[in-house]
């Protein structure tokens, strides 16, 4: 005997890459109409606030420029993350590495200030990976001697480098000149070159790029790579494999904190020459949205950081044009991982006609 | 004989902060700890009680009621941690990512109305809503050292410490908190048992998400007369760090709770007095001591079985 047929939700077995765009299509979709819905609580007209936001991020040379620039340290903390989420590990603290790399740059940088400029970047951009490095060693340390999870104690410490910070802004480093706890203008020689002449945009926008095809090429086409996505696939049976796994989840804390750490310098010695705790507006956090938005695959990074950072950039333009709080642009960000997150889990079901019976 | 009146009244104004600062701690903790025994982690704590704290200001500010400030921070939070129960509950959503989104939301979001409702303001000069007042009860709060101490707070305070109890009998002593318990070792069996897992995996995030309300709505109208941004500073993450720290018992959580909270108001008397310490690392201490106590306590955690993991039917 066969029933009348039914619709039943079932799981699809294998998520690919339409599914994938379908999320991200539903995602973007989806955060549009909630900007939308913000822009007319706020008393905006919703048009004109999207005609804001887009003229101040991409409408002209000028400001995709910027645009440009504000994906810089976007570029970076979204590939600290996909490295370590691809391994499943989860560094929460690129917050704090950035800090932490910042911190060590501007060290090397009033330590030996009066090098010539060439060596001196080199070695700004070397201490600041050491000083994410060590950072987010940290936490992988005691992930695999204490056996505690890397999430909790990565947050604790991007908690503890920013009051390590505001000790040194208030004391050694401290700005004399000024009432706001930073440091004094850096150096002429320390300050990054831009990448084109007259503009903004500094040479980390080429690191950035650099290490995005430097992380590609080391998950897809090196053994350690294969590591890590063994490890992302199962950490047990990659143990099982004879993969070291404490020592890939100290390689990708290390890895995952040095990238962190360049987009500290990049915004202290590229962007605003001082050493302060402006220097990162949550960074390290938009990063994790990047790097979902992403799908955690390092090229799409960068379109990913770059649309971001126009956002972030528009954002200006939207308060200044509707008067609309730039605020909205941090809120939206979350809410578009949320639908991207909802949309995942919704692409990943079909409805399918089954017959009792 | 002034000296030690005065080391006296030193020790009973710490131990009488410990017990004030304990609040939102407590709150958030043993809120987390009936979500995280169904078996779901809310790692959006924070943000939760950022949003209550922020709503309980905005509402204590236009309604100039404190009563109804608390009331609404309390459904806030309820409100907000609906999130993660659709997401993580009835998506099958990784539950740490969505709780890292609800944080960043709570955070973006409550800057954004912050600034739509107090457009003219400076940081400088935000509106300052009444505090909750203290209420002394009567006899007790005369009883030289403990009156002081225990019974001189406000009403937040006391219902926090009055609900560990109230959340231990919960959790072992009834029905309800016996299926609660169960989702978050095997929902399997749970469901074969004719519990509905869903449903009260939902009541039991809401309950969390609640309790998060009530200590963000210390945070703002509990004990400064003010918003901004950011304000919750951490402690919603602490919460979390307290619950692993008590092993999920709410005995040990007061317990883990009045340590983060002594140091907290150590660390106030050694500002107030002057002493040459950095307020910085004062200030850090209990983030350090967070780490110290995650790994101190390792060895003998007993983590829900199925705590974090979503469950699937068939």
Same mark, same amino acid.
């Given at each position: ?119 001196? %970047?080199?070695? %700004?951009?070397?201490?600041? !990976? ?186 200006? !333009? ?40 | ?27 958030? &903790? ?186 963000? &709505? ?97």
């Amino acid at each position: 005997m066969t029933g009348r047929p039914r619709w039943r939700l079932a799981r699809r077995p294998v998520v690919g890459p339409r599914q994938q765009v379908q999320a991200l299509a539903l995602a973007l979709v989806g955060a549009a109409l909630v900007s939308a819905l913000l822009l007319r609580v706020a008393n905006a007209d919703p048009v004109a606030g999207f005609v804001a936001l887009y003229q101040g991020s991409f409408g002209s040379w000028p400001v995709a420029v910027e645009s440009l620039v504000k994906a810089i340290p976007l570029i970076l903390t979204g590939l600290g993350t996909t490295v370590a989420f691809r391994g499943r590990v989860w560094n929460i603290g690129q917050e704090g590495q950035l800090y932490a790399g910042a911190i060590t740059a501007y060290w090397a940088y009033v330590t030996f200030p009066s090098l010539p400029r060439l060596p001196l %970047i080199l070695l %700004i951009l070397t201490f600041a !990976m050491v000083g994410g490095a060590l950072w987010g060693l940290v936490a992988g340390i005691i992930r695999v001697k204490a056996h505690v999870d890397e999430i909790i104690t990565t947050i604790m410490l991007n908690y503890i480098v920013v009051y390590i910070l505001s000790l040194l802004l208030s004391g050694v480093w401290r700005d004399p000149t000024s009432y706001y706890q930073q440091s004094p203008t850096v150096g002429a020689s320390a300050q990054f070159p831009a990448l084109i002449d007259g503009t903004r945009l500094h040479i980390g926008f080429a690191v950035g790029l650099i290490a995005a095809i430097a992380i590609y090429v080391l998950i897809e086409k090196t053994p350690l790579g294969y590591e890590i996505r063994a490890l992302g696939l199962n950490p047990t049976a990659a143990g099982f494999q004879g993969i070291h796994v404490a020592r890939t989840v100290l390689v990708l804390m290390l890895v995952s904190g040095s990238l962190a750490g360049l987009a500290g310098a990049g915004e202290l010695f590229g962007n605003h020459y001082r050493l302060k705790a402006g220097i990162s507006l949550g960074f390290g956090y938009t990063g994790i949205i990047i790097a979902m938005l992403a799908g955690l695959e390092p090229l799409a990074i960068v379109p990913a950081a770059i649309f971001f950072g126009g956002l972030v950039n528009g954002s200006y !333009m939207l308060q200044i044009a509707t008067g609309v709080p730039a605020a909205l642009v941090s809120a939206i960000q979350a809410i578009t991982l949320l639908f991207l997150l909802g949309g995942r889990a919704a692409v990943s079901y079909q409805i399918r006609i089954v017959r009792d019976g | 004989m002034g000296e030690s009146l005065l080391q006296a009244a030193v020790v009973i104004n710490v131990l009488a902060t410990m017990v004030r600062t304990s609040t939102p701690l407590l709150f958030g &903790a043993i809120g987390e700890v009936v979500t995280e025994r169904s078996g779901v982690m809310n790692m959006g704590l924070e943000g939760t009680m950022l949003t209550a704290a922020f709503v309980g200001f905005l509402v204590a500010e236009r309604s100039h009621s404190l009563l109804l400030a608390v009331v609404t921070a309390c459904l806030a939070g309820g409100l907000f941690s609906l999130i993660l129960a659709f997401m993580a509950i009835t998506l099958d959503v990784d539950q740490i990512i969505t709780g890292l989104a609800m944080n960043l939301l709570a955070s973006g979001g409550t800057l954004f109305w912050f600034r739509i409702a107090y457009t003219q303001t400076t940081s400088q000069e935000t509106p300052l809503v009444a505090l909750l007042k203290p209420w002394p009860i009567p006899l007790l709060s005369e009883i030289p050292y403990l009156g002081p101490i225990l019974f001189s707070h406000n009403a937040l305070t006391y219902l926090a410490f009055l609900l560990v109890p109230v959340i231990w009998f919960g959790l072992y002593r009834t029905k309800r908190g016996l299926q609660i318990r169960s989702l978050g070792e095997d929902p399997r069996a749970a469901d074969m048992g004719g519990i509905n897992v869903r449903r009260l995996r939902y009541l039991a995030v809401v309950f969390g998400g609640m309790m998060a309300g009530l200590g963000g &709505a210390f945070v703002s109208v509990g004990s400064v007369e003010r918003f901004f941004p950011d304000m919750t500073a951490g402690r919603g993450w602490l919460a979390i760090v307290i619950v692993i720290a008590g092993n999920w018992k709410p005995g040990r959580i007061l317990l883990a709770t009045l340590l983060f909270a002594f140091l907290d108001a150590f660390q106030l008397q050694v500002q107030g007095v002057g002493v040459q310490i950095p307020y910085q690392i004062l200030l850090a201490l209990p983030y350090v001591l967070a780490i110290v106590v995650l790994i101190a306590g390792r060895a003998r955690s007993i983590a829900p079985e199925s705590l974090g993991l979503p469950y699937l039917r068939e």
